[in-house]
């Protein structure tokens, strides 16, 4: 099943779907062990045409398959796309006010169209791989310090 949400297609998987996923999936997953994957060929059986997918669309094919074996819904945009506030902050995990805040602050670019804010999906995603690197590096300093103060150690007995 298809819905159609401001522009873009969200397929959702039937039940059917998700265990076919599944098993292509797994069946995918397992050529070329090396990391080196032989182009996937695919056949129209209209012509007997042999297709070769590029490793890029490859890559993709797996993630959607690999999402609809979990029973996600899954949509497909460009990186250019452009996106509201609130699709920002879903996107985010975050609150509509605050992903305004950090444009108004210009953290995120966007543009203006009449009085709302558009974003493009690609600066949206580089923020929330820069905000996720900053997590990780406040983790690993937090856990650093935890050692120092001996917060791991064997309680004593």
């Known amino acids: ?3 159609i949400l401001n522009e873009t297609e969200i397929l959702f998987p039937d039940p059917s779907d998700v265990e076919a996923a599944r098993a292509v999936s797994r ?21 007997g045409e042999v297709l070769k ?27 250019d796309a452009e996106l509201s506030t609130q699709q920002a902050a879903d996107l985010l995990n975050v609150s509509r006010p605050y992903v305004v805040k950090l444009v108004d602050d ?13 974003l493009l999906l690609g600066d949206v995603l580089a923020y929330k791989k820069a905000m ?12 650093a310090i935890s050692e120092d103060l001996g917060l791991y150690d064997e309680p004593s007995k």
């Not at 210009?106 to 009085?115: D, F, I, N, T």
């Not at 996720?132 to 856990?143: H, I, S, V």
Request: aromatic share 6%; proline share 7%; no cysteine.
């Open 53 to 79: 997918l590029p490793p890029t669309a490859y890559r993709a094919l797996l993630r959607i398959l690999y999402e609809f074996g979990q029973g996600h819904a899954v949509t497909v945009m460009p990186v």
């Open 132 to 143: 996720y690197e900053r997590q990780l590096k406040g983790m690993a300093e937090l856990t």
């Open 106 to 118: 210009g953290a995120l670019p966007s543009r203006k169209v009449g009085v709302q804010r558009r």
């Open 27 to 47: 069946s995918l997953a397992g050529r070329g062990g090396s990391g080196e994957v032989d182009p996937l060929e695919l056949r129209d059986q209209a012509t």
């Open 1 to 3: 099943m298809a819905t």
